[in-house]
T-cell receptor
Framework: GAVVSQHPSWVICKSGTSVKIECRSL??????MFWYRQFPKQSLMLMAT?????????EQGVEKDKFLINHASLTLSTLTVTSAHPEDSSFYICSASSGGATSGQYFGPGTRLTVL | QKEVEQNSGPLSVPEGAIASLNCTYSDRVSQSFFWYRQYSGKSPELIMSIYSNGDKEDGRFTAQLNKASQYVSLLIRDSQPSDSATYLC????????????FGSGTRLSIRP
C-alpha cells in the first residue's frame, strides 16, 4: 500500500518553456500533498503544501507564480514550472499523506528536470 | 537552532555491526517521528515511524524515542552493504498535523 507515482520521471526542456509534473496517490486518498526540490548532495527542500480543493501554501522564498500547483482531486496534484530556467534544474519530488499527525508521507519516485 | 538536527556523517560501519543514527528535535510537542532512507538519486522511502517513548522494532531496524530528551534514534542490526544510504529523520510540526520537518540526513556507509 501507500504507493505514489510521478510522471514524467525525467524531462529535458528549453529555457523559457513550461513543464508540468503529475503526482498521483494510487491506493489511498491523499488529503495533503507536498512538493519538494532537492539539489545534488543537498537536503530536501519543501516548496509547498497542497490540500485538495484549496490553494497551495508556499514556503518562504518559493515563487507561487513560477511554481503553479493544482490539487484537483484526492489522488492527483500537479506542479507546473513556468518559464523554466537552467537554475530550476533539480530533482522534484512529491509526497502524499492521508492526513493526521500520525500519518507519514509517502514519496513519489521523483522527476529530474534539466533546463537547457 | 534547526528544528530537526542530524549529524551529516558520513558514518562508516563494518558489515554485520550495529549502525546507530541519532536525531534531536526542538519542538517539544511533536508527536510523530519518522525515519526515511534515501539512496543516491532516488526519493526517500519511509522505513520506520514511532509515536510513543521507548523502542519499536521492525526486522533489523529499531527506532528509539525519548520525548523528555527530544531525541530519536534508529538502530540497524547486522548492517548490510545495501543499507548504505542517507537516513532522514522527520518530525511532525505542531502547526500542521500532516506536515513534517526533515533533518538534513546522515550518510551511512557500510564497509564490507
Amino acid at each position: 500500500g501507500a504507493v505514489v507515482s510521478q510522471h514524467p520521471s525525467w524531462v529535458i526542456c528549453k529555457s523559457g518553456t513550461s513543464v508540468k509534473i503529475e503526482c498521483r496517490s494510487l491506493d489511498f486518498q491523499a488529503t495533503t500533498m507536498f512538493w519538494y526540490r532537492q539539489f545534488p548532495k543537498q537536503s530536501l527542500m519543501l516548496m509547498a503544501t497542497s490540500n485538495e480543493g484549496s490553494k497551495a501554501t508556499y514556503e518562504q522564498g518559493v515563487e507561487k507564480d513560477k511554481f503553479l500547483i493544482n490539487h484537483a482531486s484526492l489522488t492527483l496534484s500537479t506542479l507546473t514550472v513556468t518559464s523554466a530556467h537552467p537554475e530550476d534544474s533539480s530533482f522534484y519530488i512529491c509526497s502524499a499523506s492521508s492526513g493526521g499527525a500520525t500519518s507519514g508521507q509517502y514519496f513519489g519516485p521523483g522527476t529530474r528536470l534539466t533546463v537547457l | 537552532q534547526k528544528e530537526v538536527e542530524q549529524n551529516s556523517g558520513p558514518l562508516s560501519v563494518p558489515e554485520g555491526a550495529i549502525a546507530s543514527l541519532n536525531c534531536t528535535y526542538s519542538d517539544r510537542v511533536s508527536q510523530s517521528f519518522f525515519w526515511y532512507r534515501q539512496y543516491s538519486g532516488k526519493s526517500p522511502e519511509l522505513i520506520m515511524s514511532i509515536y510513543s517513548n521507548g523502542d519499536k522494532e521492525d526486522g533489523r531496524f529499531t527506532a528509539q524515542l525519548n520525548k523528555a530528551s527530544q531525541y530519536v534514534s534508529l538502530l540497524i542490526r547486522d548492517s548490510q552493504p545495501s543499507d548504505s544510504a542517507t537516513y532522514l529523520c522527520a518530525v511532525n510540526r505542531r502547526s500542521s498535523a500532516s506536515k513534517i520537518i526533515f533533518g538534513s540526513g546522515t550518510r551511512l556507509s557500510i564497509r564490507p
